[in-house]
């Protein structure tokens, strides 16, 4: 059975027309028809009714429907395993992180990969989270590094936790304290890093049921740190965006104790390209994370 016949059967269907699976195919309607026909002498029935308003299947055709979208799907699945059984990987590979996470955990993964698959090219954007979920939903990037995604439909491999803290100014009241009590947040400065995009900081306040008075925003963290330094505000982040800064500022826990989960996110591994997927698999090693 020719693939391309299955392909115009099904399409037709799913389409309801000739015309739409037509465009669909890169056919004219006269094209679809000839590849339907030939499909059913082959078969010796009709498969499809054609009405002036397009077409549906026969009873035959609604039987066999399902057999020839397996049939078109198995020769998906070889010419994947056999992209995959040739150890040939190339292409792109495009990577929505935080810049915490580009900074401490990737560099070691991705040197690794690349030795062993020179071909792929891995691009890493560090980015605040709102803009990791737009890259990763129009497809601009094939993954992300980063807290989950709102769209829970998507492959989720978590990795780390990361607690949240505050940096303060070394004469704040709190500096010297083991923690900081997320309510005093209420009567202070904020600093927010992510150009005041910083999500995780905003829903643990929002949490809290903190409105922050955000005096300043800046775009890198290490300045928001910085600012806090000079006695600007305090700073409410992640852990990893404070590690190997040498700053005078304090940097202690939250009380009561808040972390956000790290991970990995994409549409799905199972349809991911055969790049992404094997990027995602290895980091998932790497990171010595057992997937389900």
């Not at 037509?22 to 059913?40: D, F, R």
């Not at 009709?46 to 077409?55: D, F, H, M, T």
């Not at 954007?125 to 497809?139: A, D, H, P, Q, Y």
């Not at 905003?202 to 963290?221: D, F, Q």
Request: a negative charge; glycine letters at 6%; hydrophobic letters at 40%.
């Amino acid at each position: 059975m020719d693939i391309l016949k299955c392909k115009a059967f099904v399409s037709a269907v799913d389409e309801g027309s000739l015309t739409g699976a037509g465009k669909l195919l890169g056919y004219t309607p006269s094209g679809i028809s000839q590849l339907v026909s030939a499909m059913e002498s082959e078969l010796g029935f009709a498969l499809l009714i054609r009405k002036s308003n397009g077409v549906v299947p026969t009873n035959e055709g609604e039987i066999m429907y399902p057999l020839a979208v397996g049939y078109i799907e198995k020769e998906t699945e070889i010419y994947k395993a056999a992209t995959e059984l040739s150890g040939m990987y190339k292409g792109n590979v495009m990577i929505a992180t935080y810049a915490s996470i580009a900074a401490h955990t990737l560099p070691q993964i991705i040197k690794e990969f690349t030795d062993l698959h020179p071909s792929i090219n891995i691009q890493i954007e560090e980015t605040t989270k709102n803009r990791i979920e737009k890259m990763v939903t129009s497809g601009k990037a094939d993954l992300s590094f980063s807290s989950r995604l709102s769209n829970t439909s998507y492959t989720w491999i978590p990795f780390a936790e990361d607690r949240m803290v505050a940096v303060l100014p070394k004469d704040h009241p709190y500096a010297d304290k083991e923690a900081y009590p997320i309510k005093a947040c209420r009567k202070e400065d904020i600093i927010m890093p992510s150009e005041g995009d910083d999500v995780d900081a905003r829903e643990l306040l929002k949490k809290h049921g903190i409105v922050p008075n955000i005096k300043l925003t800046t775009l890198e963290n290490f300045t928001a740190i910085n600012m806090v330094e000079k006695g600007l505000g305090i700073g409410i982040m992640n852990e990893g965006i404070t590690r190997s800064w040498r700053t005078e500022t304090a940097i202690i826990p939250l009380d009561p104790p808040s972390s956000i989960t790290l991970g990995i996110s994409l549409p799905s591994i199972e349809s991911a390209a055969p790049a992404v997927k094997e990027f995602v698999l290895f980091a998932a090693e790497k990171l010595g994370v057992a997937l389900n």
